[in-house]
C-alpha cells in the first residue's frame, strides 16, 4: 500500500486515494504541477454543484444544506421544483487537466443572501465559469457583472436542462450582451467531457486574456 494513503491520520482524506492513479508529480518531487484555480458560478439551481461533482477526481467538497420552509419567498424553485437541497458555503473539487495542470474548482453559492462569500472564494482564481439557464437568463446576471467589475476572464456556459429548448450561442451572447470575445458554450454540466471542454475553454480564454 502507498504511504500516501498508510500514514494518513484516522478520518482525514489522504491526497492519494487507493483506487486513484498516481499522476508524476505526485511521485517525483522535482515535478510540481501548477496549481490553478478555478470558480464557477452562476444563479440558484442553475448546476454548479453538479458541475464540479460530475468532473472531479477525488470526492468533492460540498456544503449542501436542506432548504427548510424559511426560504419560501426568497428562493424561486419555479424552474427547479425538485430541488431540495442548497449550497450554503462552496462546493470544491480537483481535476488533473495535464500531467502538470491541476485545476482546483471553487463552487459560488447561487443565492444573493451568500453573496457576502465571494470576494474570498474567487481571491487568486484565474478565471470563472458563469452558467446560465436559458429559462432564467436573469439569474446570471449578477455574476456577469461582478466579474465584469472585477476584471477577472470569465466563459459564459449555458447547462442545457432535459426537456428545454435549445438555442445557439450567439442567441445567449445577443440576449445577455456578451461582448464578442468572452467564449459562450452550450454544456451539459451531468457529462465529464462536457466540462472538460468548458474549463480548457477557460483555461485557453484566461491565458489569452493575461498582459504579457
Known sequence: MDSAVSDAAPGVTPLVQEDEPLLPWQTDPTRAPIATKIVVAGGFGVGKTTLVGSVSEITPLQTEALMTEASEGTDDLTATPGKSTTTVAMDFGRITLDDDLVLYLFGTPGQQRFWFMWDDLVRGAIGAVVLADTRRLKDC???????????MPY??????????????????????????????????????????????????????????
Open 155 to 212: 466563459v459564459v456556459a449555458v447547462n442545457h436542462f432535459d426537456g428545454t429548448e435549445r438555442y445557439e450561442p450567439e442567441d445567449v451572447r445577443e440576449a445577455l450582451t456578451i461582448p464578442a470575445h468572452i467564449p459562450v458554450m452550450i454544456m451539459d454540466a451531468r457529462r465529464r467531457i462536457s466540462v472538460i471542454e468548458t474549463l480548457l475553454s477557460l483555461v485557453g480564454h484566461a491565458l489569452d486574456e493575461t498582459p504579457e
Open 141 to 151: 446576471w449578477p455574476a456577469l457583472d461582478y466579474f465584469e467589475s472585477c476584471g
